[in-house]
């Protein structure tokens, strides 16, 4: 009888260390001390502790503790998900999707090229400008055309403004599908993308409002030109007239 009291109090006793490791390692995973943590969920889930299998597939799975090894996650999540651990079976079936979403995985982490940041009513057509206008007519289209590109080209920068940074464009089941190294591949390229689109953005505005300031200050200056001649215009007239009295009254001018 006391051989059997002291078998069960032998196992009370192991019971009570493991789960006091168990806190700590989980106190070291809550305070990010992850190679601390990574130690101490290793020796549990080889002693066959299902929660500390489940969060060291987890720490496989995101690379918390360096860098990320999904073979050995899926085995410690497979360990867990077989004494029934929920959280482990969830892991599963997530991979499996991922297996199943992969092409969208890689679309966000390296195809996604923005294109839609740059076409239908945020591509901005150019507007054309000649050297210089003389006719009002002509200017009033210019001047329409340049309000109709600034108008969209304002458009353009306020949406991609909006839909910054460009990581709030990948869909969220999509998204809890990635692993860490996927996250920051994708932050990276998209910010690429992003930055591709402002720069492209930067060129076009410069070279618009370069042209239309060449046509601009060459038609002020025809204009205001134009404008002085028209009154002298006047002037030039009244002294040919002038001339022609002078001519038709022996050189004498009468007025």
Not at 56 to 68: D, P, Q, R, S, T
Request: some cysteine; charged content about 30%.
């Amino acid at each position: 009888m006391k051989k059997t009291v002291l078998i069960c109090l032998s196992l009370l006793l192991c019971g009570s260390a493991l789960a006091d490791e168990l806190a700590d390692a989980n106190a070291l995973f809550a305070k990010k001390a992850y190679p601390e943590a990574l130690a101490k969920y290793s020796k549990l889930a080889n002693a066959g502790n299902v929660e500390a299998q489940q969060h060291l597939g987890e720490l496989y799975w995101y690379g918390e503790a360096g860098e990320v090894d999904e073979a050995k996650a899926q085995a410690w999540f497979q360990k867990a998900a077989a004494k029934g651990n929920k959280v482990a079976i969830a892991s599963l079936e997530m991979i499996k999707q991922r297996g199943v979403r992969r092409a969208d995985i890689d679309y966000w982490v390296s195809k996604y090229d923005g294109s839609e940041l740059r076409s239908g009513e945020y591509r901005c057509k150019e507007p054309r400008f000649p050297s210089m206008s003389k006719e009002n007519v002509e200017i009033d289209r210019i001047g329409a055309k340049m309000k109709e590109w600034q108008d969209c080209y304002n458009h353009a920068v306020e949406h991609l403004n909006q839909v910054s940074p460009l990581t709030k464009l990948i869909p969220a089941d999509i998204a809890k599908l990635m692993n860490k190294q996927e996250t920051e591949a994708a932050a990276a390229h998209l910010k690429q993308v992003q930055d591709n689109v402002s720069e492209d953005l930067k060129v076009s505005s410069r070279l618009v409002l370069a042209d239309f300031g060449a046509w601009r200050d060459a038609t002020e200056a025809w204009v205001t030109e134009h404008n002085k001649l028209v009154k002298q215009a006047p002037s030039e007239e009244r002294q040919r007239d002038i001339d022609a009295r002078k001519n038709n009254y022996g050189g004498v001018s009468k007025n």
